[in-house]
């Protein structure tokens, strides 16, 4: 088994498959696999197994709870609250309700269809639905979704109140959510980033948010972490998380288990658990 730094660039694979020519079984911890040279895998039949949908519940967890909390401004009137600025400044400004938010999220055929389904249940359980769920394709891999639509993400934008990014990081999604799209998505828009940080070019986010061309973030995915740009520190209408959506109790004894059962599983010559193959 490998070890591997998800956050690192799609560009920059690591080079472990070729220090290791006797290497057959590449598992990672992560649901991305950006961090994996998959095409030199495939190359010498080295099988890749990843986190399969054990992430799901709890990524979709922090996807809605950062959209809630930037909506409401939950974290903005803790700090409010805490600063003593009540008694002396009065009534926080108000938040927007959720239920009257029509969302555009972001998704990738390699293994986080499951996360798509999870979000939409969260909405599906107030009565609601999604305004459309966006599928990112990857080159070569045919869609079995039939709600895969081909419009452009400019025009998606344009026509929701939030935009949950939780697709893979790939050549084809690095800052895909660009000046454009956020200019797309307008002053009332909010944006959640649960995927990976360089999905959205970070410096033009920033300014949309200081110059009030979007109405807020919440991210728990940076562009170059763990160093956060420091911009967002003062802004209210952004909520920040350390990358720690998985990280739950129950998602690292789920994860425990099924790194157990592949190793078992290969070591057995038996169908790993979550292998990742290409269509």
């Known amino acids: 088994m490998a070890s591997t730094n998800p956050q690192e660039s799609v560009r920059d694979h690591s080079p472990l498959p070729k220090l290791l020519p006797t290497v057959r079984l590449v598992v990672t ?3 991305g696999l950006n961090q994996i040279d998959l095409p030199e895998c495939r190359r010498r039949g080295i099988a890749v197994a990843n986190v399969a949908n054990v992430y799901s519940a709890d990524v979709a967890d922090l996807a809605v709870g950062l959209l809630i909390d930037v909506l ?11 600063q003593g600025n009540w008694p002396t400044r009065g009534d ?3 938040g927007s309700k959720f239920s009257f938010v029509n969302f555009v ?9 499951l996360l798509d389904w999870e979000i939409s249940g969260m909405k599906l359980l107030k009565g609601l639905k999604p305004l459309v769920a966006v599928s990112l394709i990857t080159p070569g891999r045919k869609s079995h979704m039939s709600r895969t639509l081909s419009m452009k993400i400019c025009e998606l934008a344009a026509n929701c109140d939030a935009l949950i990014i939780c697709c893979g990081l790939t050549d084809q999604t690095h800052h895909l959510i660009n000046k454009e799209v956020l200019s797309a998505l307008g002053k009332k828009g909010v944006i959640v980033n649960i995927g990976r940080g360089p999905i959205i070019d970070e410096k033009e986010m920033v300014r949309c948010l200081m110059e009030g061309e979007i109405a807020g973030a919440g991210l728990d995915v940076f562009e170059n972490e763990p160093d956060v740009a420091k911009d967002f520190f003062a802004l209210d209408n952004v909520v920040l998380s350390p990358h720690c959506a998985v990280f739950t109790p129950e998602s690292m004894k789920d994860l425990s288990e099924l790194v157990v059962g592949n190793l078992v599983a290969f070591f057995s010559n038996k169908p790993l658990l979550s292998e990742y193959v290409d269509e």
Request: charged share 25%; proline share 4%; with cysteine.
């Open 29 to 31: 911890t992560s649901a």
């Open 105 to 113: 999220y972001c998704w990738e055929e390699s293994g986080l269809e």
């Open 92 to 94: 926080y400004p108000l």
């Open 72 to 82: 409401r401004k939950i974290s903005a009137s803790n700090s409010y609250v805490k």
